[in-house]
């Protein structure tokens, strides 16, 4: 019997599985130490984010406790952002402002824009060791737009022209510190509110949709929106008109006054006021300081003048009504004519127009940019129209005018239409009103007792300065209180100045928010008033 013979297969198979085995050893012990390899790179970049930012010290959010006045500071460290130029080249510089802008270009750069009181510069982080971190640069493009920052660094010269910054020099920072922190959103953007009207318009012909921030937006936010360039400049200007009315009254030997705003009876007639109690007695405010400032003048001062607020509880929903505004007002002892309050008005307005277009031109450029305007057409001596003048014009263009009424607003425009084209002025006085449409305290002509001795002054077609010689006859003023319905147990104490001798006297009173409104064509009284009261608005 056949006996069978070995087979060979399961020698080959335990071969072949021991290669196998071991191949398989290999690429394990490979597998593993590429984990191993991947594992300790991994454990060491988180070292690396999780280990302390030895320039931590350079940047951050400054804790409260610190901007608590613990020590007084060297203000002369700090440079104002407009003040940066190329003189600054390689020097360090600290600056304080808004942030208005953040770019990151990678995590190892950002830009910055810095802004204050309207000025921009351009701040560069790039990371180099031991001066700017990684870290440093995730913070500073991760700021809030708005927030305040301290900015300190070198300042360089850039190779090519920054568009978006006035001011043409860099700051290569080296610290950056947050003093307050903004909302990440903010309800109004900036540069949404410095747009004007001819650049959305233009975008949306080439199919562009840009944000519009309507009225109501604008004051609901009103903090926000006065950080525009434009807006900036509107409220420089208005500083500028109220201290050029102070300068030039006190240049005139004027003197100024500050009356109540608080009274027990109307100062100008009419139902027009915000009545009130007052310790148990009826008040109202004051609709002017008409009263007082006339019996300043009884009591000897000749020339007084006021910048204050006055209040008139009018339901008018115009373009160039409030219930609140600042009154500039005059009144002076008069000689021997009321044109002598003409005067001051004219030397008056020339020299604060004359200041303004030579000392505020980059004002009036940011107002134009957003707001576009043609300047103000006025002559070295102020035309003065007669009332009836003024008529006669109307009825010969073929408007058809009361000659004893007043002016409506759609008339007051034409006129001051007929006017530029045939003086070429839009800055002119229109006297000898009808009396009828004048205040009760307003002199009546010597001739004709249907006029008086009273003007307004118009800027582009709209009033803003009324004026007259005042009664400063007892009887005559009791009589005319009466006649326009007011009692006068109410103004006793103001008739009672006249009794014991009074100059004759007159004045005028302009609102200061009209003023810049009309010199620099606006559309809108809220445009020029901080934070306007009118029929529908008591906040913010």
């Not at 060491?44 to 500071?73: F, I, R």
């Amino acid at each position: 019997m056949e006996q069978p013979t070995e087979s060979t297969e399961p020698q080959k198979s335990k071969k072949a599985a021991k290669k196998e085995a071991a191949k398989q050893e290999k690429e394990r012990r490979r597998s593993e130490k590429e984990a191993a390899d991947l594992a300790a790179a991994a454990a060491s970049s988180l070292t690396m984010e999780e280990q302390e930012d030895s320039l931590s010290g350079n940047y951050g959010n400054v804790p409260l406790s610190d901007l608590q006045s613990k020590s007084e500071a060297n203000l002369n460290e700090w440079t104002r952002v407009g003040d940066l130029t190329e003189e600054f080249k390689d020097k360090e510089v600290s600056i304080r402002g808004r942030a208005q802008t953040m770019r990151p270009v990678s995590k190892k750069m950002a830009f910055v824009v810095v802004r204050e009181d309207g000025f921009t510069v351009q701040c560069v982080l790039t990371v180099q060791p031991g001066l700017v971190s990684p870290q440093m640069v995730k913070f500073a493009a991760g700021l809030n737009r708005e927030s305040i920052i301290e900015v300190s660094g070198v300042v360089s010269l850039p190779n090519a022209p920054i568009k978006g910054t006035t001011q043409q020099v860099e700051v290569q920072v080296r610290k950056i510190y947050c003093i307050s922190k903004a909302t990440p959103t903010l309800p109004v953007n900036i540069e949404d509110a410095s747009r004007s009207e001819k650049e959305i318009e233009e975008a949306l012909q080439k199919g562009e949709q840009l944000v519009r921030v309507n009225q109501d937006t604008r004051l609901n936010y009103r903090v926000l929106d006065i950080r525009t360039p434009a807006n900036r400049a509107i409220f420089y200007i208005q500083s500028q008109v109220s201290n050029i009315f102070r300068q030039f009254l006190l240049g005139e030997k004027f003197v100024e006054i500050h009356t109540p705003k608080l009274m027990a009876g109307s100062s100008e007639g009419g139902a027009a006021v915000f009545r009130l109690e007052y310790k148990g007695q009826p008040a109202c405010l004051a609709q002017s300081p008409q009263l007082h400032k006339q019996m300043a003048i009884c009591g000897d001062f000749k020339r007084v003048f006021e910048v204050g607020h006055v209040y008139r509880a009018e339901d008018s929903y115009t373009h160039r009504h409030l219930c609140e505004f600042v009154g500039l007002d005059v009144e002076m002892e008069i000689i021997r004519n009321y044109s002598e309050v003409m005067d001051v008005v004219d030397k008056l307005f020339v020299s604060m127009f004359d200041h303004l277009n030579e000392n505020c031109k980059s004002e009036l450029d940011a107002i134009c940019k957003q707001y576009p305007f043609e300047p103000l057409k006025y002559l070295r001596n102020t035309l003065r129209l007669r009332f009836d003048e003024g008529i006669q014009m109307l009825k010969e263009a073929g408007v058809e005018v009361d000659p004893y009424g007043d002016l409506n607003t759609e008339n007051e425009r034409k006129l001051g239409q007929l006017v530029l084209e045939k003086f070429g002025t839009e800055f002119y006085i229109l006297y000898r009103y009808p009396l009828a449409v004048r205040p009760f305290y307003t002199m009546p002509s010597f001739d004709d007792v249907k006029y008086s001795n009273s003007f307004d002054v118009f800027i582009r077609g709209e009033e803003i300065i009324s004026g007259a010689q005042r009664v400063h006859d007892v009887e005559l003023l009791e009589e005319r209180a009466k006649a326009c319905g007011i009692d006068v147990s109410t103004i006793s104490t103001y008739i009672d100045a006249f009794r014991f001798g009074a100059p004759p006297h007159g004045g005028f009173g302009v609102g200061l928010e009209r003023v810049i409104m009309l010199f620099c064509n606006l559309n809108n009284i809220r445009k020029t008033s901080l934070f306007p009261r009118d029929p529908m608005r008591l906040a913010p």
